[in-house]
């Protein structure tokens, strides 16, 4: 196993059955995960949460020990265990956030764990299709932007009230989905905790008008600054590590805000959060708000695709690509992997901003993992390997999820599409419909228009 996942061609070679070789592993592993689930009933019983309370816990202990290493899993969930019984003896509101110190700690010193390795996945050449170049798109698929554009300038005109409100939290989403985007698409860096500058920028908004009275148009302003002010300190503690590491740091500092803002509650509101927040008077209205979203979102999304298309961004996937050969070339892979952190989060933090005057009130919710974890959904959803995956997955995602939740049984409903997404799309919704563009003569497959 430890051979075709960092060698794939050379154990095909050896006529190894790969597909059957890992469904083997993933069978094991989900039973022993079963079992130890069987194991803890008597202690904590069953409930609908259990599987997401434990997916954390199970990923810190893996990358305190180190991925790959027994022993170091075995003593890193002996330390976790006995520091938690520590915790809730002597410090108990240091419960929510101690381990993800541990794990911070640990990881400054010891990148790769207690007792882990450096991970060299993919030093062997790419496997599957190679990614196509990425050039600006053709005259068509232009044509057809500047249509939806249009259409959706039209909203207040032909819709409801209910559709300016919607269309601007899809707006609101799809910018925070665009900027997690350009980390991960451009820059191969698989954030876990991007929530943190998201609901980091909309908390400085807050904050602002909360306590200095701050006019929308400065906390506006100010917003991204304070979120990536935050991503230029937590990038440069996470780019240490790469991989499932840097994901997992990631993870850990989107924690630690939000617990600094869910315990905090005299100055954040705990878990009451902010409320009043409102916009200016010219755009208190739904429909100006609205077209004040769509300058800034368009605005946005657009700058990070100008942002992918400058020597920046072709730096930034040469690092992502082969962080040797950029480096043997003169890119300081590093250093322009924080930039793209930093403003990745600071985009994000415009998003914050827009989305804490639309609503009027802010929650520690913003900074939680599950709302990571939804830009990351749309994100795979859209297409990795595309420009437009971000904002393409985000409307989708929160469109199909609006009209859902009016059933009962949603959530299955929403589990069984995404599902269905990635098994129909693998390459996700943008990628798939340029094949069948491609396919249909619709796109010149000689020139590539994403």
């Known amino acids: 196993v430890r051979a075709a996942t960092q060698d794939r061609e050379m154990v095909g070679a050896l006529g190894v059955n790969q597909s059957w070789l890992f469904t083997g592993v993933f069978f094991l592993g989900c039973a022993l995960a079963g079992l130890g689930g069987a194991v803890q009933l008597p202690k904590g019983g069953a409930d609908l949460l259990m599987d997401f309370n434990i997916l954390t816990s199970v990923f810190v202990v893996v990358v305190i020990g180190g991925m790959g290493s027994l022993p170091g899993a075995y003593l890193a969930a002996v330390i976790i265990s006995v520091l938690n019984v520590f915790g809730v003896s002597y410090m108990p509101q240091s419960t929510l956030v101690l381990m993800f110190v541990v794990m911070v700690v640990v990881l400054i010193f010891r990148p790769f764990g207690l007792f882990g390795k450096e991970e060299v996945a993919g030093e062997h050449g790419q496997v599957g299709e190679p990614e196509r170049p990425i050039k600006p798109a053709g005259l068509r698929v232009r044509m057809l932007v500047l249509a939806g554009l249009v259409l959706l300038g039209l909203i207040p005109v032909l819709g409801s009230n209910f559709a300016e409100v919607l ?32 609901g980091g920028g909309a908390y400085v908004a807050a904050l602002l008008v909360t306590y200095a009275d701050t006019p929308m148009e400065l906390a506006m302003v100010l917003a991204p600054l304070g979120a990536g002010l935050a991503a230029v300190v937590i990038g440069w503690v996470c780019l240490r590590s790469t991989g ?3 994901a997992m740091l990631t993870l850990a500092f989107a924690q630690l805000l939000w617990s600094l803002v869910f315990q905090w509650g005299d100055i954040t509101g705990g878990d009451d959060g902010l409320v009043n927040i409102w916009p200016s008077a010219w755009a208190s209205s739904n429909t100006v708000f609205f077209y ?17 298309h400058s020597p920046f961004g072709y730096a930034l996937r040469a690092a992502r690509d082969s962080a040797r050969q ?38 520690p919710n913003e900074l939680e993992i599950a709302r990571s974890f939804d830009a990351l959904i749309v994100v795979f959803l859209g297409g990795v390997k595309t420009l437009s995956g971000g904002w393409v997955g985000g409307a989708s995602f929160e469109a199909v999820k609006d009209y859902l939740t009016r059933f009962e049984y949603w959530r299955l409903a929403l589990g069984l599409l995404i599902i269905g997404v990635v098994i129909l799309a693998p390459e996700g919704i943008v990628g798939s419909l340029r094949k ?8 010149n497959a000689a020139e590539d228009k994403r």
């Open 244 to 246: 499932v590491y840097f």
């Open 292 to 308: 004040l979203a769509l300058v800034i979102c368009v605005g946005g999304i657009l700058l990070l695709r100008h942002a992918a």
């Open 167 to 198: 269309a601007t939290d899809i707006l609101i989403f799809c910018l925070f989905a665009a900027s997690l985007h350009f980390m991960l698409g451009q820059g191969g860096l698989v954030s876990f905790g991007h929530a943190a500058f998201f």
């Open 326 to 363: 950029a480096e043997a070339m003169g890119i300081h892979t590093k250093r322009i992997q924080w930039v793209a952190f930093a403003f990745a989060g600071a985009m994000a933090g415009i998003a914050g901003g827009l989305f804490v005057f639309s609503k009027g009130s802010v929650f």
């Open 436 to 443: 069948l563009g491609e396919r249909i003569g619709f796109l």
